[in-house]
C-alpha cells in the first residue's frame, strides 16, 4: 500500500511541475460555452473569432488595422465577439433543432465531418495551430457545423419537411435558373512529324471550320449530337470528347468551360446549335431545351439540394438568425471567452485576413 502511495505522490509531483512549468493549462478555460450537456471546446470558439475577424478583415485593405476599425456602427472587437457568440448559438440551435425533428446528430454526420476536416485540415494546420485551434475544433466549428446546418435544411425544406418546397417550384426554378447543354470539340494544334505540339496549318485550320459547320447543320438536321462526335472521333483515330452538362450560370463558369463557350451557351436560344471558335478549338454546342432535362435532372440528390438552396437559403438562415438569437439555457463561460485575445489574429497578415476554410482556415482548444 505505502508503494502504492508513494508512485501515485511522485505521479502527482510530477504534474504538479508540468503544470507550473506551462502556467498555461486551467480546466475551466478549456470549454467556451455550454447547452443541454455539450460543452463547447474554446478552440471551436477561437474558429468562429478567427472566422469574423476574417470576414472584417476583407472589407479593408491589407493596411488598415482591423482591431482599429468599426463595423455596422460597433468596434470591432465588440462586433467580432458578437458574430463568434452567434455562431455558437447557431450551432447548439441547429443540433436541438435536428434532435426536436427527430433525426439527431449521429455516427454517420461524425464520419462526414471527420473526412471533411481531413480535407482542409492539410492546407489550413499552420494557420490554426497558431490561432490556438485543434483539429478537433476546427472539426466541430467548421465541419461538424456545415453538416449538420445542410442537414437541418435539407430537414426541413426536402420531401416531407415542416417547410416542404412543391416539386411545381422546384421544376419552375430549374426552367428559370438553369443551362443544359452538349458539345464536341476539336484543337487547332496537333503534333508534328517531330512530335512537336504545334498550331495546324492554315489551310487545315480553314477545312476544320468547315467541317465543324458541316456538322452543326448535321445536328440542326436532326442528327444526333452524340452519334456525330463518336463517328468523327472513330473516324479520326481520336478519343470522343463528347460532352453534356447542366447547371446554373455559376455552375458553367466553375466548370472549367473556356469563358467564350459559357458566353455562347448564355446568350443562346433552347433548341439553337452554334459553332463557337476558341483560341485553339472549334466547339459545336447545342443548348439543350430544360424542358427536355428537368424530370431527370430532378432525380439527381444534388441538383435537387442545389435548387433547395436557390429557392429557400435566405428564409433558413433569417429562421436559423431568429431562432439561435432567441435560444434559452446557453451557459456563456466569460474566463474562457475573455481569454482568447483577438490580436493573435493579426500575426497572420497586415490586417488578418486568413482564407475561406473551403479554399484555406486556424489551436489552443481541446
Known amino acids: 500500500m505505502r508503494k502504492i502511495a508513494k508512485s501515485l505522490l511522485a505521479l502527482l509531483l510530477a504534474a504538479a511541475m508540468v503544470f507550473s512549468l506551462s502556467g498555461c493549462y486551467n480546466e475551466n478555460l478549456t470549454w ?56 455558437m448559438r447557431r450551432y447548439f440551435f441547429v443540433k436541438s433543432e435536428l434532435a426536436r425533428l427527430g433525426a439527431p446528430a449521429n455516427e454517420a454526420d461524425e464520419a462526414s465531418a471527420s473526412s ?32 449538420l446546418r445542410l442537414r437541418l435544411f435539407q430537414t ?19 426552367l428559370n435558373s438553369y443551362y443544359s447543354y452538349e458539345y464536341f470539340s476539336e484543337s ?5 512529324d ?23 447543320e448535321e445536328i440542326r438536321a436532326g442528327a444526333e449530337m452524340a452519334s456525330v462526335s463518336a463517328e468523327y472521333a472513330e473516324e479520326n483515330g481520336k478519343d470522343d470528347t463528347y460532352t453534356t452538362g447542366s447547371g446554373t450560370e455559376e455552375d458553367l463558369t466553375s466548370a472549367y468551360l473556356p469563358e467564350d463557350l459559357v ?11 452554334r459553332v ?20 431527370q435532372s430532378l432525380e439527381n440528390e444534388s441538383t435537387r439540394l442545389g435548387l433547395l438552396l436557390e429557392i429557400a437559403e435566405d428564409d433558413f438562415d433569417a429562421y436559423l438568425d431568429e431562432n439561435a438569437a432567441n435560444l434559452s439555457g446557453i451557459t456563456l463561460n466569460d474566463a474562457a471567452i475573455k481569454s482568447c485575445d483577438l490580436n493573435r489574429f493579426a500575426k497572420t497578415s497586415p490586417n488578418g485576413t486568413k482564407a475561406d476554410p473551403t479554399e484555406e482556415p486556424e489551436t489552443e482548444g481541446e
Open 116 to 147: 471533411m476536416s481531413g480535407t482542409y485540415w492539410s492546407l489550413l494546420e499552420t494557420t490554426l495551430t497558431n490561432y490556438g485551434i485543434s483539429k478537433d475544433s476546427f472539426q466541430t466549428a467548421f465541419a461538424m457545423y456545415q453538416q
Open 32 to 87: 467556451a460555452a455550454e447547452y443541454d450537456g455539450e460543452r463547447l471546446p474554446v478552440g471551436a470558439y477561437l474558429y468562429f473569432l478567427s472566422d469574423a475577424y476574417s470576414e472584417m478583415a476583407q472589407d479593408l485593405s491589407t493596411e488598415e488595422k482591423v482591431l482599429s476599425a468599426e463595423k455596422d456602427g460597433q468596434k470591432a472587437e465588440d462586433w467580432i465577439r458578437a458574430q463568434a457568440e452567434m455562431d
Open 276 to 295: 463557337v471558335e476558341l483560341s485553339s478549338n472549334f466547339v459545336v454546342v447545342r443548348k439543350i431545351p430544360n424542358a427536355l432535362t428537368v424530370e
Open 156 to 174: 426541413l425544406y426536402g420531401t416531407g419537411g415542416e417547410k416542404e418546397v412543391p416539386e411545381a417550384e422546384l421544376r419552375e426554378q430549374y
Open 194 to 216: 517531330e512530335n512537336n505540339y504545334v498550331e495546324r496549318p492554315e489551310e487545315e485550320i480553314t477545312a476544320l471550320k468547315e467541317n465543324f459547320e458541316q456538322f452543326a
Open 263 to 273: 458566353s455562347a451557351i448564355r446568350e443562346m436560344e433552347e433548341g439553337e446549335v
Open 188 to 192: 487547332t494544334y496537333a503534333y508534328d
